[in-house]
Each structure stands twice: as structure tokens, then as C-alpha cells.
Nanobody
Framework: QVQLVESGGGSVQPGGSLRLSCAAS????????MGWYRQAPGKERELVAS???????NYVDSVKGRFTISGDNAKKTVDLQMNSLEPEDTAVYYC????????????????WGQGTQVTVSA
């Protein structure tokens, strides 16, 4: 089993900043992709940003230039720095790790955090 614990959500005014953090624990051999998703009320969950070891981070167009994802495979953590927040960024944010279990016969995992609310309003 792999567990992800998120922190850092909250309420902020437009133009403000928040930093989300996510830490993984469990029987992990390797992490292939770390990502942040979000789901606003009445909308489908969307990928906000992802990072794969050795590759440049990937961002949804609406957050480019405002959000920065950073991951540490050794610490099994991923952060999302969110600047210049807009009301449209209001959503529940979920971290996601994809990787392999320590025991080879257990295969790969696709784990999700519990979600953290981000609210941007005046």
C-alpha cells in the first residue's frame, strides 16, 4: 500500500499565493510520475501539473507562468507553488504518484491523496 498525505490548502484573495505539499509513504521501489490534479464543483478532475524524473514539468495552459511543481524522489515528496491565484483556481487539489512497489511481484501503483481545498475569493 502507498499512502499520500497532502497539506497546505486554504483560502486566499485573488493575486495571493499558496503552497501545497504531498508526502508519500509505504512500500515504494520507485516513483515514475508525480502530479497535481484539481476538481472544481460540477467539473471533471483535470491535470494541473506533473513531473517525471529527467523530463521538464508539464502544466495545463491555464496555470503556466503562475504555478511551479517540484518533486524529490528520494524524499518522496512533491510540492505545488501557486502564485497569482485566480478565482478560477478554486477547487479540491489532489496529488498523485505513479510508480512501482518494492516487491516486484506487486507491480505498479497509482496512488491519490485525500484532497485539499483551495479557495480563491475576495
Amino acid at each position: 500500500q502507498v499512502q499520500l498525505v497532502e497539506s497546505g490548502g486554504g483560502s486566499v484573495q485573488p493575486g495571493g499565493s499558496l503552497r501545497l505539499s504531498c508526502a508519500a509513504s509505504g512500500s515504494i521501489s520507485s516513483i515514475h510520475v508525480m502530479g497535481w490534479y484539481r476538481q472544481a464543483p460540477g467539473k471533471e478532475r483535470e491535470l494541473v501539473a506533473s513531473i517525471t524524473s529527467g523530463f521538464r514539468p508539464n502544466y495545463v495552459d491555464s496555470v503556466k507562468g503562475r504555478f511551479t511543481i517540484s518533486g524529490d524522489n528520494a524524499k518522496k515528496t512533491v510540492d505545488l507553488q501557486m502564485n497569482s491565484l485566480e478565482p478560477e483556481d478554486t477547487a479540491v487539489y489532489y496529488c498523485n504518484f505513479k510508480g512501482a512497489y518494492r516487491r516486484w511481484y506487486e507491480g505498479t501503483f497509482d496512488a491519490w491523496g485525500q484532497g485539499t481545498q483551495v479557495t480563491v475569493s475576495a
